[in-house]
């Protein structure tokens, strides 16, 4: 996860989105190549993003998504240098081991520079035209025996 998170952030699209599956393509393919041995997982993927927001190791830009435009975010700064210093091939390392406590204080800093980004979570928004009137639309689409259901 935190390798094809890097990429996209790396990477960004054009508006600042983040699609889902963009993630899980790059994942697909990271899968296919034998570059991890998991399958994407949307229950796995979720907790791993849940669990990186609840840190506040995600910058969200625009939490909401709805049919046709996904959340705008990204890994956080502080999410970046930690995964851009575990590789770093220029430090000679004899162990594989990560300090977890230079980790720890890292992640307890970027909570207390952004909390207002601690915990956010993706919230689906609907338009409000079509949640004004469905009978309307629904008739409107020639679907009156849908509406008629609906009443």
Request: proline share 4%; net charge positive.
């Amino acid at each position: 996860m935190l390798a094809v998170l890097r990429a996209c952030t790396l990477h960004r699209n054009a508006d600042g989105t983040l699609p889902t599956k963009r993630i899980r393509k790059l994942w697909d393919a990271a899968y296919a190549a034998g570059d991890t041995t998991r399958a994407f997982c949307w229950h796995r993927y979720k907790a791993i993003r849940d669990m990186l927001a609840d840190l506040g190791l995600l910058e969200w830009e625009d939490e909401t998504y709805r049919f046709g435009r996904a959340c705008k975010w990204k890994a956080s700064e502080e999410l970046t240098g930690m995964m851009e210093e575990a590789l770093d091939t220029t430090t000679p390392c004899d162990s594989p081991i990560v300090d977890r406590n230079k980790v720890a204080d890292a992640v307890r800093e970027a909570c207390r520079n952004r909390p207002e980004q601690v915990g956010l979570r993706p919230r689906r928004v609907f338009p409000s035209l079509l949640r004004t009137d469905w009978d309307g639309k629904l008739r409107e689409a020639g679907l009156a025996r849908l509406a008629r259901m609906a009443a």
